[in-house]
């Protein structure tokens, strides 16, 4: 229906506006869009006369024609529209070239279509935007028409009430509003800085992170942010990555005769300086597994285009760790990793969770049976979790199968988050073994795992996830003191360092306002506990306490308040 919904709306456009060049118009998870050339600027002052055009194209109820065309009949049907030629140049040979018609409006296009324009149901335009053609800066700027559309009015209108949620929820917005973090241009775009408050909250995940690793058996390795080109040569980044690190860093090494230029490059992944770290000593089968955790900082490339707030930067900190183990110890690794890895999720407040399963790819390195295994152990994992996951039959990576585990948030939306990917390439690669129980030496397994992505953007996520209203363990200021008057200043302040003492993250509220005005100010900030302290209160010793939840929970002893701090950091 969408993908239906996007030729109407070309259909519209080209109705309207002369000499208009078409590109695609694809659907998407909740609408569509299509990609124009024409002379007019689009905006959304024209987006009523292209809302009735389309409204009279469904109306009218005109079916969408199927043809079957040679390549010839194509190019000629297709004349003056030179972005659908080199289209129609992609299309492989022996592939079978199809046209389809909708009222007087013909497109190449694969299909399927409804059968009609009455099916399409209830479309709204969005946004319009400029869209390289073929996503390459070099070429020319399209403008890409975005519309919704779905069964019924109703449906869009709960689907339009999500997206009014989701931008109030909006991470850019409220980062900015809650003083969490900020990206500079001055300083560099996609390079983000953590505020005060935002580094409290990156600090009391880390914290929580690192606690769990060490209980889980792994330990913790620290390596440089650059590196020689020869390590990324051996690695193989620079034959396949390059497009994404940054350039390189040419440095004068040596002096005199004996200087030579080298080339370094910051890191865009964390691995090879782990392999490094194996490489230092050799190791028994006894020693393995080895499980190595880092929160390492990556830097990557990201063009204009492709960054979006935290979402997707350019300086990142992956939380990284690289399991090496023999075949013996692979099945329950795996299965601890998934183990650990959905605890750690659940206790981010995500529950529900699916996974996806990349099987071998027909080009591949590594031997079949290490992949079947390795494919084997990750299935097993899924299954003894009960984790509901697809099957992605030789969609995995040519070094190693993975499995990618996805969370829906507060609005349903899912993102990716958890990766267990095996990795058949890069052992061999560094020339990576372990002696054996027969005295020989053996290749280890090698799997990359991290759980949350990258902190940035998983603190994008949850900022979103939880409309800046954190839960209170994470919350960057649980608890702010609110005086009366001047005259309970000392009383809250004796409050402020007996609950520091207990790692409470607290402050006062000394400013010379209204109490009514200081209760607003810490509820549009989000701050979980309130406590209110009068005159009386400080002559009674105790606090009265507001929660950002329940409000008011009237007066009890610090001690009191106390306890519940205590249940709700464990909530």
Known sequence: MRHSAAHVMAAAVCKLYPDVKLDIGPSTEDGFYYDFDMAHRLSPEDFPAIDAAIKALIKAGLPFERREVTRDEAAALLAGQPYKLERLADIPAGEAVTLYTCGGFTDLCR????????EIGAVKLMAVAGSYYRGDENNPMLQRLYGMADVSQEALDAALTRIEEAKRRDHRKLGKELELFSICEEVGPGLAHWHPKGARIRVAIEDFWRREHFRAGYEMVFSPHVGRAKLWETSGHLGFYRESMFPCMNVTEGEGSHAAVEQYFVKPMNCPFHIQIYKTRRYSYRDLPLRWAELGTVYRYEKEGVRHG????????????????TPEQIEDEVRATVTFALRILRRFGFTDITAYLSTRPEKAVGLPERWEQATRSLESALKAEAIAYQVDEGGGAFYGPKIDLKIKDALGRPWQLGTIQFDFNLPERFNLSYIGEDGKEHQPYMVHRALL???????????????????VWLAPEQVRVLPITAGQLEYARGIERRLREEDVRVTVDADNEKLGAKIRKAQLEKVPYMLVVGGRDAEAGVVSVRSRADGDQGAMTLEAFMEQVKAALTE
């Open 111 to 118: 299909g399927p279509h409804v059968a009609t324009t009455a």
């Open 310 to 325: 935290l979402l997707r930067v350019r300086g990142f900190t992956q939380d990284d760790a690289h399991i090496f183990c």
């Open 453 to 471: 992505g990258s902190l940035e953007r998983f603190f994008g996520i949850l900022i979103e996830h939880y409309a800046g209203a954190f839960p």
